[in-house]
């Protein structure tokens, strides 16, 4: 990320520990009294080694695997990589398998969402909001787990189709938890809209042309809160996307209020896209055959994660392992938009323009080069593993 | 201005009636979903026989390499688990497992089981080893214990003949 000119100004160092995220993140805010006249962040803390990893397991082992990279939109990262690896191996997991895909994706988003929602709110200095928000997250957390088994890492996919099944008293059971969400989200929808306080943090704060936002590669909500229509759902459908379309939701402002009613509304759709896929869930198998060695051959799978779009490359040499693996997270593409767009604000505006584009650090921390003359350094593996076990001796 | 602090204490009023959506934890639990994955279980048969036959699949089959197994033969005398092998090491190191519930799949005799204890803490780190006599399931009759000595010939079986699996 481009080190902004800050010369001879007044520096903020945050983070990487810092009160405001609650993930390890550092930014450089170059301040003219309160208000900021340069952005820089650094990245990497939590980088963990993840596409390496996946050199050294199988390909079944990989879908656990990637599905930890991130902690909210889990679901995602197996989808996109099985999808991607399906599309290697040649095989189509059959419909009901890619209906369940969907809908505990769209499930995932809405508790992305949810979260995104609180967490924001809280960094506006409006805790009633987060609490209600959490509150109300719980119910399609424990929806998740009564579908899956877990809260956050479901382990839903397998390549070639799904685990789980759904079943009457499942289904009654998650319409019911939407219902009393969509009622909600409806109650949300208008304290975002009309709280005076509030509409004070959010309305003209961070706003983002839509000229800026294609500038800057911006994706997911973020993007569409600025005007951009791109939504991988409505552009490139995946898994059960052709047969329930999404309805692409935009909104114009740009600013942070847009990103809250875009990311509400967005909420809204889920509910009509999960009631029309448990209306009519496909019937048959769950999963067909994959062999254990996928075929030689590279493949991009793009899917749209809750925070935007989500790049997977696998290259397979014929074996039972990938050969790389190359994960490109949503919340990497948005870091720009921050730094830009900080310029000008004050400096209590930054956690809410932070928390604004819904940051991942763990998803985005791959391989980051830190562009500083005096303090970059390239190791070698050889380097890294050695240091690794002295640091741990 | 006025109607909107109204409206706040009104919201306050209405949720100081409501039953709190908290739980007192840990004097209350909230039961755990059926397909809730948490500490393993390691199962017997109604005879009080090991499951666990100590493939190893599980071990394989494992992303985070949590397992290890040992296994040793069984003879009539001092039977552990049906067919020729039991597990005499099974160790699960519970932090290195991500809870993937991969090889309950892997398992050929529905031996592993994750189950819906989640409250695990260690002291230290060699404490997150969980051995075999943690991990399996406890008897119900001390007649049941392994090992146990079987009549020759009916035991020869290591995988069971099994229905559809369920859920
Ligand atoms: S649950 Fe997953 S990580 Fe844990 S022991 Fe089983 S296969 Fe390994
Ligand atoms: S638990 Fe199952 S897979 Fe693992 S060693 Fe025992 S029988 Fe084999």
Known sequence: MEKQDSNGKFIVPIGPQHPALKEPGHFEFAVEGEIVTGAAVRLGYVHRGIEKGAEARNWTQNIYLLERVCGICSHIHATAYTLGVEKLANVVAPPRAQAIRTLVAELERIHSHLLWLGVAAHEGGFDTLFMFSWRDRETVMDLLEMITGNRVHYSTNILGGVKIDLDDEKITAIRKGLDFLEERTHHYLKVINTDETFLGRTRDVGTMSRQQAEELGAVGPTARASGVPRDLRVEAPYAGYHEFPVRLITATEGDLHARFVVRMNECLDCYRVIREILDRLPGGELATRVPRRIPEGETISRVEAPRGELVYFIKSTGGDKPDRIKVRTPSLCNWGTVTSVAVGHKLADMPMLLAGIDPCFSCNDRMVRVNRPDQSQTWSWENLRQYGIEYYR | ?167
Do not use: W
């Not at chain 2, 069984?74 to 699960?92: H, K, L, M, Q, V």
């Not at chain 2, 006599?133 to 000595?149: I, R």
């Open chain 2, 1 to 167: 201005m006025f109607r909107g602090i109204l409206e706040g204490m009104r919201q306050t009023l209405r949720s100081f009636f409501e039953k709190p959506v908290t739980i007192q934890y840990p004097e209350q639990k909230r039961p755990v979903r059926a397909r809730f994955k948490g500490r393993h279980v390691l199962k017997r048969y109604e005879n009080g026989l090991e499951k666990c036959i100590g493939c190893a699949l599980c071990a394989a089959a494992c992303p985070a390499d949590a397992i290890f197994v040992e296994a040793a033969e069984n003879t009539d005398e001092r039977r552990f688990s049906p067919g020729e092998r039991y597990a005499s090491t099974y160790e699960i190191n519970m932090l290195r497992c991500i809870y993937c519930g991969f090889c309950e799949d892997a398992c050929p005799t529905e031996a592993i089981v994750l189950g819906d204890n989640y409250e695990l803490s260690f002291m230290d780190r060699a404490a997150s080893i969980y051995t075999k006599d943690m991990l399996l399931e406890p008897v119900p009759a001390v007649d049941k214990l392994t090992p146990q000595s079987t009549p020759p010939g009916v035991f020869t079986r290591s995988v069971p003949e099994m229905k559809d699996p369920e859920d």
